[in-house]
């Protein structure tokens, strides 16, 4: 069996490493030579494990969904990461980032978003730790996303609408990346497991306190720590990566990987990034990202937004290479239709990413004894305009 932690030059079999400006070299080394012994200090441990207690409401439950198992024949548990402070798991990552950040002395964060929801999740512990927060964003994000904008704005950030390109998240990406190599004393937070050396494999430590709770509770519940699949949406791959995290070289536990096909994965409209991608460089690092011949970045489609992103992380891109994942894709009509069957049945409506992971269930069969863990990565309340327009329509 492969290995599927990250190799000592930051890869994941063929993909990750670090693609970046030379101008970038002091930083990324700064952040790869310290950020293991920083994380594994007991003072660090202590303070991180008190904010995701007492600040983010850890640990998240895992609920047993009794009417959707016996909908679907087999036993069904939810983790709840829609319960965290803030809404959603990205929250778990950006309080071990600014953790970090501060202890190599930075004052000054900066952050790109697309949906807003990792700017908010930036927003809200640089208010908590008193930081300076900018947040780099698309032009056309800003106008379409205005709720979250306005959230992070109340938080004390400043939101720096970027005109350039198609004015979307990778054109805010550019423009972080531009602010970081000037500017030494800026920490960059970024908000999945992806970028280059050692984000993904930093992010996905940060995020591994879901599969790590996954275990001490599934063996309550049932008296085995090993769920027989664990299924989570794919963005980048931050929320997949923590519930998949303690369970990877445990073969016996399925991993299901679940991208948004948006309007179908033929149609020109889709985020399906391993069924449509290819290898290439996205964000400084090597993996599987969707892309034109001569390697032009394709506008990707999703209706949520948190998984309009034309790639997925190195750790993601290995499971898929070496088939210890399995990745499936579900519709924007697909994932609508599961978020109002999961709210009808368990009075839980879930984030349109999150969705995605529960419209699964219609395509795949599990036998009646397993043990079915989903990762709701986040609640609907964000998404509740999209869900009543697109019913009525
Ligand atoms: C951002 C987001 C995602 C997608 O990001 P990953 O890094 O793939 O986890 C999924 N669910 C929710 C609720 C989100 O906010």
């Known amino acids: 069996m492969s290995n599927y932690k990250v190799d000592e030059n930051g890869y994941y079999g063929k993909f990750g490493g670090a693609y970046i400006p030379e101008m970038l070299h002091p930083h990324i080394e700064e952040l790869k030579n310290n950020f293991r012994h920083i994380i594994a200090e007991e003072e660090f441990q202590t303070e991180f494990s008190s904010l995701l207690k007492d600040y983010v409401g850890r640990p998240t439950p895992l609920y047993y969904a009794s009417r959707m198992s016996e909908l679907y024949q087999t036993n069904i548990y939810f983790k709840r990461e829609d319960l965290n402070h803030t809404g959603a798991h990205k929250v778990n990552n950006t309080i071990g980032q600014i953790l970090l950040a501060k202890r190599l002395g930075k004052t000054r964060i900066i952050a790109e978003t697309g949906a807003g929801q990792h700017g908010v999740a930036t927003a809200t512990v640089c208010a908590l730790m008193g930081l300076e927060c900018i947040v780099y964003m698309g032009a056309k994000d800003v106008e379409r996303q205005a ?32 602010d970081w190599i000037n500017n030494p004393d800026t920490y960059y937070l970024i908000g999945s497991v992806v970028g280059p050396h050692p984000y993904p494999e930093m992010v996905a430590l940060f995020q591994s306190v879901i599969s790590d709770e996954i275990k001490w509770q599934l063996k309550e519940k049932t008296g085995s720590e090993f769920p027989d699949a664990v299924i989570a949406c794919v963005g980048g791959g931050s929320n997949a990566a923590g519930a998949f995290y303690h369970f990877t070289n445990h073969p016996n536990t399925r991993l299901i990987a679940v991208e948004a096909a948006g309007e179908g994965v033929n149609t020109g409209k889709s985020a399906a990034t391993t069924a449509l991608g290819s290898i290439g460089i996205l964000h400084g690092s090597k993996s599987l990202m969707m892309q034109t011949v001569d390697g032009q970045i394709v506008e990707p489609h999703s209706i949520s937004a948190g998984l309009d992103y034309p790639g997925i992380g190195p750790f993601h891109a290995h499971l898929y290479d070496t088939k210890r994942g399995e990745f499936y894709s579900a519709t924007d009509e697909e994932a609508v239709k599961s978020a109002y069957e999961l709210t009808k049945l368990e009075g839980i409506i879930p984030a349109l990413e999150t ?11 599990f036998k009646k004894e397993e043990n079915v863990v989903i990762n709701l990565s986040g609640r609907g309340d964000k998404d509740l305009a999209t ?7």
Do not use: F, Q, W
């Not at 969705?355 to 069969?365: C, E, M, N, S, V």
């Open 147 to 178: 709720p979250n904008v306005n959230r992070m704005k109340m938080l004390g950030a400043k939101v720096e609408a970027v005109h350039s390109g198609s004015k979307t998240l990778k054109d805010a990406t550019n423009e972080a990346i531009r």
């Open 355 to 365: 969705a995605h992971a529960t419209a699964i269930l219609k395509k795949l069969k």
């Open 387 to 393: 869900y009543i327009s697109y019913i009525n329509e």
